[in-house]
């Protein structure tokens, strides 16, 4: 049985929805409203001490983390691949999406799509752009070269870059001119069981 606490707006979130269906495995959704801090409640927080979706219960356990639940449930399936180096390389891109990529991706899409308050972050929004399109540039040059992150393969790298990526312009981030981000789109698009963000 696996049950998934979820915000449905959240990038972190979709992730692992989105690997749960191309997985075919059957889950409960937990909706946890984020904007009313329903994460921050003392219930959750017994769950995820960090007060953040996603969670993700199966076998009596919790596990927080949308990368290490992305690990977890592709361990044993075709979204991670079986060299030691290719694995490694799937953790490059993962550390590179927390560290470069979602903080500076995903927070501006939040501030201007999900709060509504684009005016009020105006200042902090110029840091997180520059920061931003540098890790889109990185993404570029990478897909120049490759049809997916690893081993042109698709896999849970993939789906971790995808997340945020895909809707960066509700950060109103331009990809006009990523060319070939936007044929990765495509690619990632046309895997099977493909869901959309907005999906439950």
Not at 44 to 62: A, M, Q
Not at 184 to 200: G, M, P, T
Request: charge should be negative.
């Amino acid at each position: 049985m696996y049950k998934l606490y979820d915000f449905l707006p959240s990038g972190n979130c979709y992730k692992i929805r989105l690997l749960l269906n191309q997985l075919g495995i059957d889950y409960e959704r937990v909706n946890v409203d984020i904007l009313n801090k329903e994460s921050r409640t003392p219930e959750f927080l017994k769950i995820n001490p960090n007060g953040r979706t996603p969670v993700l219960y199966h076998d009596g356990k919790y596990l927080a983390e949308s990368n290490a639940i992305l690990w977890y449930l592709a361990s044993d399936a075709s979204f991670l691949p079986k060299g030691k180096y290719e694995q490694a390389l799937v953790l490059q891109w993962m550390f590179f999406e927390q560290f470069s990529h979602e903080p500076n991706i995903a927070t501006p899409r939040y501030w201007v799509s999900i709060l509504k308050a684009e005016d009020e972050y105006k200042e902090q929004l110029k840091a997180k752009m520059k920061l931003g399109y540098a890790a889109l540039d990185v993404m570029e040059q990478h897909l120049a070269s490759y049809r997916y992150f690893v081993g042109d393969e698709y896999s849970i790298a993939d789906i971790a870059l995808y997340a945020y990526t895909h809707v960066a312009e509700e950060g109103s981030f331009d990809l006009s001119g990523y060319s070939e981000i936007k044929a990765w789109f495509k690619r990632v698009e046309s895997q099977e069981n493909y869901i959309d963000i907005q999906k439950s």
